[in-house]
Each structure stands twice: as C-alpha cells, then as structure tokens.
T-cell receptor, first 113, second 116 residues
Framework: SQQGEEDPQALSIQEGENATMNCSYK?????LQWYRQNSGRGLVHLIL?????REKHSGRLRVTLDTSKKSSSLLITASRAADTASYFC?????????????FGKGITLSVRP | GAVVSQHPSWVICKSGTSVKIECRSL??????MFWYRQFPKQSLMLMAT?????????EQGVEKDKFLINHASLTLSTLTVTSAHPEDSSFYIC????????????FGDGTRLSIL
C-alpha cells in the first residue's frame, strides 16, 4: 500500500496566498521528499528533508517533518499562478542509489490569478 | 541541473504490438533507474528497479515477462511493453538516481502509451 497520504486532495487559493499541504506516512523513513508534477509531465524534485531534520527552507518553500507524528507539511508562500500543479510527497527508507521512493496520492493545487 | 530524457513522449499503437521506451541520464551516471506507472489523477506506482549490468527487480504484481527491462549502460535503461493490450495504456515515467550519493532521483518527462 502507498506510504504517503497527502491532504487536502485538492486545494484552490488566490494568487498571493500561502498554500499548505500535509503528508502522513506509516513507517520509519530515512528521508521525505516533495515533488511537483505539471499536467502530463514528469516530476520535479522540490526539496528533501532527512529524518533527523525538523524544518527546511528553499526559496518560497518551507518543509517541516515531525517523525513522532509521522507527518510532513509543505508550505508555499506568496503563491503564483505558475505554482498550479500536483504535489506529491515521497518517502525513502534507505539512503543511496538503491533507495526506492513510495509516493502519496498527491494534492492538486490551483492558484487563481 | 541533472537531466533525464525519456523517449518517446507519446505513442499510439495497435493491440499486440511491443513498445520500447528509453530512459537516458544525459549528464550523470546512474547505476540505478526506476520505472513507474501512473494512471490518470493517481499517484506513481513503482514497477521495477533497473540495475546496470544485472537483472531488474520487479515489484509485486508486475509481470517481468510483460515489462522487459534492460539497463545495459550507466546512462540508459529501456522498458519494453510486450504484446501490449488496451489495459496497458498508461503514463510511464522513469527516474534515475545518480551514482554519487546524497542526490535525489531525477525524473523523465514520461511516456503516454495508448493501445488501441
């Protein structure tokens, strides 16, 4: 079964607002990653947070990880219409080249101009 | 940044045809590549792990004789859908994991396969 479960499943906001997406998982992980997918395209890696990290920033992105609750959140600040996409969290049990990713179901974000 | 090229991006063919999809890492070496399948509005499901120079590791429920994987070099993995049928229609995505540690997977743009 899938490891990650994101919520909400769909989110619609106005440009300039912040978007918060949550992900929960079931078992121990080495790291958690967030990806973005534009319609009909491949995935773009956004950010990786390791199990011993609690928060990470990258530009307008802020990711938190709570291993005690087995959950993560992705915050996109000052959203733009171009942020419209599907967002997936993915968990990895191992590190290194053989580390498989298990993806959540994804969140569809719509940013209205 | 690291680039993974997937080809073709879109293919339509008749039932019974075999279709080959290529996944190339353009500017890095990848001993491991992954093949995923994605149905509309759903998540990515890992099909198999492709290992350079050795047999692929398939996930439970994925037919190895149906989905042939070859990883003959450090920059190329191929997925062949043999004797494709309409139920094989889907979006197939590959990813490559750089051989150097500490880097995330890089994804191709996917192949939309439609079997008539």
């Amino acid at each position: 079964s899938q490891q990650g479960e994101e919520d909400p499943q769909a989110l619609s906001i106005q440009e300039g607002e912040n978007a918060t997406m949550n992900c929960s998982y079931k078992t121990s992980i080495n790291n958690l990653q967030w990806y973005r997918q534009n319609s009909g395209r491949g995935l773009v890696h956004l950010i990786l947070i390791r199990s011993n990290e609690r928060e990470k920033h990258s530009g307008r992105l802020r990711v938190t990880l709570d291993t005690s609750k087995k959950s993560s959140s992705l915050l996109i600040t000052a959203s733009r219409a171009a942020d419209t996409a599907s967002y997936f969290c993915a968990t990895a049990y191992l590190t290194g080249a053989n580390s498989k990713l298990t993806f959540g179901k994804g969140i569809t974000l719509s940013v209205r101009p | 940044g690291a680039v993974v090229s997937q080809h073709p991006s879109w293919v339509i063919c008749k039932s019974g045809t075999s279709v080959k999809i290529e996944c190339r890492s353009l500017d890095f070496q990848a001993t491991t590549m992954f093949w995923y399948r994605q149905f509309p509005k759903q998540s990515l499901m890992l099909m198999a792990t492709s290992n350079e120079g050795s047999k692929a590791t398939y996930e439970q429920g994925v037919e190895k004789d149906k989905f042939l994987i070859n990883h003959a070099s450090l920059t190329l993995s191929t997925l062949t859908v043999t004797s494709a049928h309409p139920e094989d229609s889907s979006f197939y995505i590959c990813s490559a994991h750089p051989s150097l540690g500490g880097q995330p997977q890089h994804f191709g743009d996917g192949t939309r396969l439609s079997i008539l």
